[in-house]
């Protein structure tokens, strides 16, 4: 167990919806990363925030967007959701903000039907 | 275009026997390197990792391997053990624009039979 916590393990929605999926860092960590890891594909990262503010951006969609609260806990909010969206969704935190420093969540999948 | 490239799906080894999963990259930006290993219906976990400026680094029985002029990463486990088998991730990072982020391969299905 990582310490990482990622709610709902799964979600099933439909094309054209939104979800919000919701990541709970390690006690301590600062800092919140998500990445999307389609079929056969590797982890893209796609956002990074550190203690509330975005810190780095990756190949997150338009259509995607990230927040993380006061708490420090993080909110990946995805809407007009495609086929193409189904995914594991990781997150990741980590105390320094240092990549390499990194504990990952469980993941979301998600399936858009 | 996929900066880490695995080009090895998989690989099975038998117990006991050496497993070696390779790595290849292309930004020469790339200053550290991390294998992570991920088992099913579980977020990757970290493993081993390797500055730019190094060509080896062991951890029991993993070592990983740099070659920085061939672009390319190794990662030995000796001996093998069933539990080893799981999808096992290469990583690079580079500090770029004052951010730092994680390029990731597509994984290696390593399986070890008893």
């Known amino acids: 167990d990582s310490g990482v916590t990622q709610t709902p393990k799964h979600l099933i929605t439909a094309t054209g919806q939104r979800v919000t999926l919701r990541c709970s860092p390690r006690s301590g960590d600062l800092s919140v990363y998500w990445y999307q890891q389609s079929l056969d594909q590797g982890l893209q990262f796609l956002i990074q925030?550190?203690?509330?503010?975005?810190?780095a951006k990756g190949n997150i969609l338009e259509r995607f967007s990230a927040q993380q609260f006061p708490d420090l806990h993080s909110e990946l909010n995805l809407s007009s959701l495609e086929l193409g969206d189904s995914a594991l969704y990781f997150c990741?935190?980590?105390?320094?903000?240092?990549?390499?420093?990194?504990?990952f969540g469980p993941g979301t999948r998600l399936t858009v039907l | 275009d996929q900066q880490v490239k695995q080009n090895s799906p998989s690989l099975s080894v038998q117990e006991g026997r050496i497993s070696i999963l390779n790595c290849d990259y292309t930004?020469?930006?790339?200053?550290?390197f991390l294998w992570y290993k991920k088992y099913p219906a579980e977020g990757p976990t970290f493993l081993i990792s390797?500055?730019?400026?190094?060509d080896k680094n062991e951890d029991g029985r993993f070592t990983v391997f740099l070659n920085k002029s061939a672009k390319h990463l190794s990662l030995h486990i000796v001996p093998s053990q069933p539990g080893d088998s799981a999808v096992y991730f290469c990583?690079?990072?580079?500090?770029?624009?004052?951010?730092?982020?994680?390029?990731f391969g597509k994984g290696t299905k390593l399986t070890v039979n008893p």
């Open positions: 390797i500055s730019s400026i190094k």
């Open positions: 925030y550190y203690n509330g503010e975005e810190r």
């Open positions: 990741a935190s980590s105390i320094s903000g240092r990549v390499h420093e990194q504990f």
């Open positions: 930004n020469s930006m790339f200053d550290y």
């Open positions: 990583a690079a990072s580079s500090l770029q624009g004052g951010s730092e982020k994680l390029v």
